[in-house]
């Protein structure tokens, strides 16, 4: 019949199909067998053997060594201070940006004048001072303005130190025609609270006899008259302080002050919020006192994982005291590491406060592998051979993750990001992590072999 024919047809191709995978996989094989697939596994393998005996017959050098060593490199982070880089722009914008290109050319074509300042001539945000004065109802009345000439009157008069000068705003302003730049609405008012009762604001520009003033820059959450621009009430007024760009410590100095000053300032009838042109550049180098509690919890966790983990009821058998040692191998990379780029001059960047975390991982990691590896070996073989097959059966696994760890870090290096490449360049430092926690391993399980002879 027609469907035993079917039948008949499908066996025969089913069985076609199998002898001609069972074929492809013998030609495969053989063809397989006439080249070697350990070109680099077994070089590897053999070199990795021979240093884990030379290790295990000389485990003084490999104690002793990382631990001077980092010792001495650690000495780098004496110049930390000094080494530390943390300028936003630089960090967070491409190097060869062409924002910065176009801005280059701006200032070099149309050059500022100290003398004569305008912001419409800034090529950057400039160098100032800000604060914000709202109240919920209305800002505009005379109690108010009140507070806020008097908060002025404290921020142009208070006085700074630097090398046993002191100076004042007027000082390090940036000024027009010998005289510091106005803020529009104590200008309009003449620096008298009473006057605003007389004076009829419109906006988004105020009329003056003599000058067009943009009070869209002053105000915020204007109310208007519903027949006319005149402002009824507004919840905010804004004062900018500018000042000088080409006295930098005196102008920096000027701007911790006025933090300090605000920070101190209270009142019952304006809520006052402020800030600098370097507000957000110390906001970023206060970042190193919130990481380092992180670092110590991260590293009191890897401890207690790893000891957990090692732990055994054997007390020969037990990788507690290797656990613990692996964690500090690699706090000794990031001393060491971090310690040589520092005395060779490398910027410190605070991202780079990140690479411990990741080189804690990384170096955990590896030491998992040689622990397995180790367990695996014969307990009755001698200390040098239990070395030797352990690094060799480590050697593929751990050379190949840190090749792909340095491929990707060298790419990054590329990056045209300074926080990055900078941070990339620490992290690349994290190959000495292995050292110490190999030879710890080899000294245990030496005490223990001695301890139990002389028993």
Known sequence: SNRSTEQLLSISKNSLMLNANQLLRKLFSATMAKWRTDCLERPLRIYFEKLGCFIGCHPWWFLITPLVLSTGLGCGFYFITDRMCNNIEEQFTP???????????IQ??????????????LSTSGNYATLIATNDRNILTVESLQDILHLDYKIRNMLVQLDNQSFQYVDVCAGVMGSCTPNDIIDIIKGYANNIESVNLTFPWYHSNSRSVPLYLSLGNVKLNKESLIVESAEAIRLYYHL???????????????INLLSNESSTSIQVSYSTSMSIQWEFEKSPASVIYLFSISYAIAITFSIVSCWRLDNVRTKVWVA??????????VLSGFGALLLLGQPFVMTAASCPFMILGI???????????????????SIPDRMAHTYRDAAVSITITTLTDALAL??????????????????????????????????????????FSAV
């Open 95 to 105: 190097v060869d940006g062409k924002a910065k290109m176009e801005r280059k050319y």
């Open 108 to 121: 070099e074509t149309f050059p500022g004048n100290e003398s004569v300042f305008s912001t419409l001539r």
């Open 244 to 258: 000088r760009e080409d006295t930098k410590a005196k102008s920096d100095l000027w701007l911790e002050s006025f």
């Open 324 to 333: 613990f040692c692996g964690v500090l191998a690699t706090g000794l990379a």
């Open 363 to 381: 170096g955990l990691d590896d030491m998992f592998i040689m622990i397995s590896c180790w367990q695996r070996t014969r307990v009755l073989d």
């Open 410 to 451: 060298f790419l990054g290096c590329t990056s045209p990001f300074g926080s990055v490449n900078k941070t990339i360049c620490c992290f690349l430092k994290k190959k000495k992590r292995d050292k110490a926690c190999f030879t710890c391993q080899k000294y245990k399980h030496c005490s223990l072999s001695l301890l």
